[in-house]
């Protein structure tokens, strides 16, 4: 019986400036799922990790993107699963999209690599309009390729790799759960044009640091006055996170995806550190529980690991 070990890493979509165009994968958190091809059409989930998500196929997301690959195949093949996730959901560090990657790599390997990775970005975006209602590859896009992704357009699909500088990321994930199709609903539906020319701004700006690794223009390019303003609220303490942590030297950071993870880049491991303290202080002092990591961007996207 033919089958696979694939890893699927966090990522950070958004990158503060590009709501729904930007996206970076990070080398820790990460799930691991093994996945069996069968010789009838049917989908088997056995979750390993006490999340508790659906096993039901058309309620999983890596369900949903094995029935959108059997439905593309139509030649009588199914697959059974086992998912060990660690990424965990509505954390904003793309837990959705690691499973829907994560399922779309190793569908593809199992039917011998006939796929470019363009259709298993397609594939995974039927797991991620499952999981917050609608289709975005912010998340999916950087978890198939690694590093810095920018998606221009989802339809058509129009993907650029850009470098990803050698820099530590420093993510707090407060304990508190934010939905993503929740932290979607609130955003005002029309923006001013002094508002959009800041933004595009930044996006031009950011893009530009990762083409010419400018450090500094990365992180004066990490500002968001559209989306940041209002979700925000969701997520207690973010204000003063964000202060403490340019306080400790970090180039500049917001919210992971739709949050309540919020992140910060680093020049080098003893910043990431400071900024790893300053956001324990604040939720110590507020009374939230968290986890943090300190990690680096990830280059090599979603892995195949054993057979
Ligand atoms: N770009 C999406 C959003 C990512 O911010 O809603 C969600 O993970």
């Not at 659906?54 to 690959?69: I, Q, T």
């Not at 093949?77 to 509505?90: A, C, D, S």
């Not at 999916?140 to 530590?168: E, H, K, M, N, Q």
Request: charged share 25%; proline share 5%; hydrophobic share 40%.
């Amino acid at each position: 019986m033919k089958k696979v070990k694939v890893k699927s890493h966090a990522t950070v979509a958004n990158l503060v400036c590009g709501f729904d165009i930007l996206g970076m994968a990070l080398n820790d958190p990460y799930d691991l799922m093994e996945v069996k091809l069968l010789e009838r059409p049917e989908v088997i989930i056995h979750n390993k990790d006490g999340f508790g998500l659906p096993e039901e196929p058309e309620k999983n997301v890596a369900g949903v993107v094995f029935l959108s690959v059997m439905g593309k195949m139509n030649n009588g093949i199914g697959f059974e699963v086992e998912m060990h996730k660690q990424i965990k959901p509505g954390s904003g560090l793309g837990s959705s999209a690691a499973s829907a990657a994560g399922a779309a790599a190793a569908a593809d390997h199992l039917l011998g690599n006939i796929f470019p990775k363009e259709d298993l970005v397609r594939f995974a975006m039927n797991g991620e309009k499952l999981a917050s209602g609608v289709k975005h590859a912010d998340n999916i896009t950087p978890c198939i390729y690694g590093g810095v992704s920018l998606i221009r357009s989802i339809f058509p699909l129009d993907i650029i790799s850009l470098p990803a500088p050698d820099l530590f990321v420093t993510v707090i994930h407060p304990q508190i759960e934010v939905k993503t199709s929740d932290a979607r609903q609130i955003l005002k539906k029309q923006v001013l044009l002094k508002d959009a020319i800041r933004q595009w701004g930044n996006i031009a700006g950011l893009v530009t640091g990762f083409l010419k690794n400018d450090l500094d223009l990365i992180g004066r390019s990490l500002e968001d006055v559209l989306i940041e303003p209002v979700r925000s609220i969701l997520i207690p303490g973010f204000d003063e996170v964000k202060a403490k942590c340019k306080e400790a030297g970090v180039l500049g950071g917001g919210i992971s995806g739709s949050g309540p993870s919020v992140f910060m880049l680093s020049r080098d491991r003893h910043t990431a550190s400071e900024a790893e303290k300053a956001m324990k202080d604040v939720y110590d002092r507020i009374g939230i529980g968290y986890h943090t990591y300190i990690t680096t961007i990830n280059k090599t996207g979603v892995e195949i690991t054993g057979e």
